[in-house]
């Protein structure tokens, strides 16, 4: 069967109550016992004597989605068209727990008729995917000692056992078999990049398509559906603003891990009616990406250290950049207001950022800051065509996208 994972609208579907019917013949026995110096716990899978059957009439509060305590839920699934009505066949619901950066499955459900056909995984790649654009640590989710069968699921996708509530369902849960069990599944545990390990150096001709197709995965579904950033890196390289001098490559082995593209960009003063018009040139950069498999490793920062000073070496005296605040700002860029700077609309916000390589580089100059029209000129079409030379993930709607 063809599997067709899509969104699931809060507006169209909450309060959708999700039948989570089950019948299991083994369960395993979660057993707590105190001893001298603390406590001894053993879970062993064993048999009923006759076959348990668990269905949603018999709790207070059935499973449905988007319910109110799940403030930042998310749903995705497969739906059939039926007499003019949609069914559902299957769904996942996330919600990110923030304080602790994890991403908590909080539904997961397939409907009878089409399990064992591959849909349970294709539902959890979802939630790993987010889990990985969010840069969360891990996949939480809960299920029960007797659900032997989702154990085994989710042990198959890499979860496992992280804790154990004796009395989350009733004050009988062990007696009854039904002890929640609390599993996870943790994101790539990556050692931190050393300099033994990592190299940065100038982008060779023979690595154009390996780092388009690293910026590919480092940026789908990020911020919208798809992306085009590796259109971008492609047609950057063919302009006259793009600066291969100071643009750099992160090799980790024979992979590209990480890479930071610079191209010169302006700030203009003065209309040049009433006053004539000055221009400084400056340098912006982006895209800068990293490997999701080396997020979280310091790769970024090493790009953006060695080409600030190869930048500064070659006399540029401030970069002026559009990017994500919760980054930059950890690794010294500051809003643009700080250095009387606009963009050339006359704007400013959170995301609109700069630094200077030498002091009063941007401050003593301000203006309206300018780039090429390199950054504005991808059209849906081209990027669609170039795409087709890479082997893409499904293009996907995640919560937090710009679009």
């Known amino acids: 069967?063809?599997?067709?994972?899509?969104?699931?609208?809060?507006?169209?579907?909450?309060?959708?109550?999700?039948?989570?019917?089950?019948?299991?013949e083994e369960y395993y026995d979660v057993h707590l016992q105190k001893t001298a110096d603390g406590y001894d716990m053993t879970m062993r899978r064993k048999r009923f004597d006759t076959p348990v059957t668990h269905f949603p009439e018999e709790y207070d509060f059935p499973d449905k989605l988007y319910q109110d305590h799940w403030e930042k839920a998310y749903a995705w699934g497969i739906v059939e068209e039926k007499d003019g009505r949609q069914e559902l066949l299957a769904c996942i619901e996330t919600c990110p727990e923030e304080?602790?950066?994890?991403?908590?499955?909080?539904?997961?459900?397939?409907?009878e008729k089409i399990r064992r056909r591959g849909v349970g995984h294709a539902l959890m790649a979802v939630a790993k995917e987010q889990a990985v654009l969010e840069h969360r640590r891990a996949v939480i989710l809960e299920t029960q000692s007797c659900n032997v069968g989702a154990i085994a699921f989710y042990q198959r996708e890499g979860f496992e056992p992280i804790g154990f509530d004796t009395c989350c369902y009733s004050n009988r849960d062990v007696e009854r078999k039904e002890v929640r069990i609390n599993m996870g599944f943790f994101l790539r545990q990556k050692q931190k990049e050393t300099d033994a390990g990592l190299l940065i150096r100038k982008e060779?001709?023979?690595?154009?398509?390996?780092?388009?197709?690293?910026?590919?995965?480092?940026?789908?579904?990020?911020?919208?559906?798809?992306?085009?950033?590796?259109?971008?890196?492609?047609?950057m390289r063919q302009s006259d603003v793009y600066l291969p001098e100071l643009s750099r490559v992160a090799v980790v082995g024979s992979k590209i891990a990480g890479a930071i593209f610079y191209c010169k960009a302006w700030l203009k003063r003065g209309d040049g009616e009433k006053e004539e018009a000055q221009v400084k040139e400056i340098l912006t950069f982006g895209p800068l990406c990293v490997a999701p498999e080396w997020q979280g490793c310091g790769v970024g920062g090493r790009l953006l250290e060695e080409s600030f000073a190869l930048a500064r070496e070659a006399g540029y005296e401030g970069i002026v950049i559009f990017g994500e605040p919760d980054y930059y700002l950890r690794h010294g860029?500051?809003?643009?207001?700080?250095?009387g700077i606009t963009t050339a609309d006359g704007k400013n916000f959170d995301a609109f950022m700069g630094i200077e390589l030498?002091?009063?580089?941007?401050?003593?100059?301000g203006g309206k800051f300018y780039e090429s029209e390199i950054f504005e000129n991808l059209s849906e079409?081209?990027?669609?065509?170039?795409?087709?030379?890479?082997?893409?993930?499904?293009?996907?709607?995640?919560?937090?996208?710009w679009e």
């Open 1 to 24: 069967m063809e599997i067709n994972v899509i969104p699931l609208p809060e507006e169209q579907w909450k309060g959708t109550i999700i039948p989570m019917r089950y019948t299991t």
């Open 204 to 235: 060779e001709p023979c690595d154009y398509h390996q780092t388009e197709e690293m910026t590919l995965r480092a940026f789908w579904n990020k911020y919208r559906i798809g992306c085009n950033e590796h259109l971008l890196v492609h047609k």
């Open 333 to 339: 860029l500051q809003t643009c207001d700080h250095f």
């Open 358 to 365: 030498v002091e009063g580089g941007l401050a003593d100059f």
């Open 381 to 401: 079409e081209e990027n669609e065509t170039f795409t087709r030379e890479f082997d893409a993930p499904i293009k996907r709607k995640f919560p937090g996208q």
């Open 99 to 111: 304080w602790s950066n994890r991403l908590m499955v909080t539904e997961l459900w397939v409907h």
